[in-house]
């Protein structure tokens, strides 16, 4: 909770306190930390800035223990290919968590992956009479060139989905 969330709870308390003839805000312990509170909040970052750098994760992605793929394990290829649908997805966790393998809705070739959620599954944002839209993933190909296909991942997502299915089939 952020300083102003904790100040609103503390004037809250302090309105029920008031009818039983109670008074905390003289009270020299809260006072400090609410003072304690604000300055940790006054010295965040300001903006919508991650505190993380996309470019050092996905670099991160193209070595151990992700790559090579003949040397990742289940746990690791799971890891990076969930980071990756959910970055080109722009999707929330729920409609992640809810994404079928089935093969009459997953459809992956080259040029894109189509995903598609659960039957029946309604997201939060969607309105409970409309069917959910399948999500498009293009190929990442045309832009970033030629990619040795055993090895390949984010640009059509084929490497990681085969796996998948090859352990679901097994």
């Known amino acids: 909770m952020g300083y102003s969330c904790i100040s609103n709870h503390r004037s809250a308390i302090d309105s029920v306190l008031s009818l039983l003839k109670q008074d905390i805000t003289d009270d020299e312990t809260i006072n400090n930390m609410m003072r304690a509170l604000k300055r940790t909040a006054q010295h965040r970052k300001i903006g919508n800035q991650p505190d993380w750098s996309l470019s050092v994760v996905l670099e991160s992605l193209q070595h151990s223990p992700y790559e090579p793929r003949a040397r990742a394990g289940l746990r690791e290829w799971t890891m990076k290919t969930v980071f990756l649908v959910a970055l080109a997805s722009g999707r929330r966790v729920n409609e992640i968590q809810n994404f079928s393998i089935s093969h009459e809705v997953l459809r992956i070739s080259k040029n894109e992956a189509v995903l598609s959620t659960r039957y029946g ?24 060139g030629p990619v040795d296909w055993e090895t390949e991942v984010v640009v059509s997502g084929e490497g990681a989905a085969g796996v998948y299915l090859a352990h679901e089939t097994d």
Do not use: E, G
């Open 121 to 144: 599954f309604t997201a939060k944002t969607q309105a409970p009479q409309d069917t959910a839209p399948h999500i498009r993933i293009p190929s990442l190909a045309p832009i970033v």
